[in-house]
Nanobody, 124 residues
Framework: QVQLVESGGGLVQPGGSLRLSCAASGGTFSRYAMGWFRQAPGKARELVAAISWNGGDTLYGDSVKGRFTISRDNAKNTVYLQMNSLKLEDTAGYYC?????????????????WGQGTQVTVSS
């Protein structure tokens, strides 16, 4: 059973930065595509960013392009989300997900494992 544990969330002012981490255990991390999704109250879950099994392909949601960067370290079984120039509308629960098919996808239903999430609040 794959376990995903997110960390790094918190309260930040608009324009600030945060770095989220997701540590994986119990599976073959280096074979999985990894994604970050977010969900705000009353809104649908949406893709933030995804990265292929070897890091060769990435995918970003339109609202975060140019501000967020996804990366992974297969030696550490960890995926990261660097978030810069944060906006009020980035406030949400952020969830890490793993996809056995190692290719990126923006469709959450194709991800097989999910973490519990970490809250990001952007507020002045």
């Amino acid at each position: 059973q794959v376990q995903l544990v997110e960390s790094g969330g918190g309260l930040v002012q608009p324009g600030g930065s945060l770095r989220l981490s997701c540590a994986a255990s119990g599976g073959t991390f280096s074979r999985y595509a990894m994604g970050w999704f977010r969900q705000a109250p009353g809104k649908a879950r949406e893709l933030v960013a995804a990265i292929s099994w070897n890091g060769g392909d990435t995918l970003y949601g339109d609202s975060v392009k140019g501000r967020f960067t996804i990366s992974r370290d297969n030696a550490k079984n960890t995926v990261y989300l660097q978030m810069n120039s944060l906006k009020l509308e980035d406030t949400a629960g952020y969830y890490c997900a793993a996809r056995i098919d190692g290719r990126v996808s923006d469709w959450d239903k194709t991800y097989d494992y999910w973490g519990q999430g970490t809250q990001v609040t952007v507020s002045s």
